[in-house]
């Protein structure tokens, strides 16, 4: 699975293809950041984010992993003063630290893997967030309606063909979120197709 093909024009097709909804999925953050906040963001891609991060005018500290180098030298090109961004290219699961987060981000990430390593993934990172920490999770509803249900088999097949992904089917992360977190803030997105939440570490 590589990302180093497509990195150029994937910003651009994920507004084509969800008229900017993927992108407006990432606000619902903004105002649960703190100055000071240590935040690991995972697969945070070519970085058009960062630019609204930076308007915050907070300090914050950002571990950036994501496994496409194409898409770390593009988020690189972002221009920040008040951000200290470490840009990490791992596999997320060779990705190990001691530190502990104030905020995890994970924007479309989970649909990349099936369910028993999509639970192995969130178990890791759990491990990486403090208590009473936030986690930021961005993705695709999980009960969908047959249209939905049509656009992501669609997706998949497009992503299989361009970087590889080897899954049928997105995996199922609510029970697992539920047993540690209580949903914050929560917004829906592209007729509630995308669902953009906020956790909160019991």
Do not use: C
């Amino acid at each position: 699975m590589n990302y180093n093909f497509i990195a150029p024009y994937y910003h651009s097709l994920s507004r084509l293809f969800f008229f900017n909804r993927q992108h407006q999925a990432h606000f619902l953050i903004l105002k649960y950041l703190k100055d000071g906040d240590k935040i690991l963001w995972v697969g945070g891609g070519a970085g058009k984010f960062i630019a609204e991060l930076e308007k915050l005018n907070l300090k914050l500290e950002i571990d950036y992993v994501d496994f496409s180098s194409k898409m770390i030298d593009l988020a690189k090109k972002q221009n920040t003063s008040n951000l200290k961004i470490n840009f990490i290219v791992a596999d997320v699961f060779n990705f190990e630290t001691q530190k502990k987060y104030d905020v995890m981000m994970t924007i479309f990430l989970f649909d990349h893997f099936n369910q028993t390593k999509a639970g192995e993934l969130f178990n890791q990172l759990n491990s990486y967030l403090e208590e009473k920490g936030l986690w930021f999770y961005v993705d695709f509803v999980q009960n969908q309606k047959a249209w939905q249900k049509n656009i992501t088999n669609l997706m998949l097949i497009f992503f299989r063909i361009v970087i590889g992904l080897d899954i049928s089917q997105l995996p199922l992360m609510k029970k697992s979120f539920m047993q540690y977190f209580e949903i914050v803030d929560q917004k829906y997105f592209f007729k509630k197709y995308i669902n953009s939440i906020v956790y909160r570490k019991k």
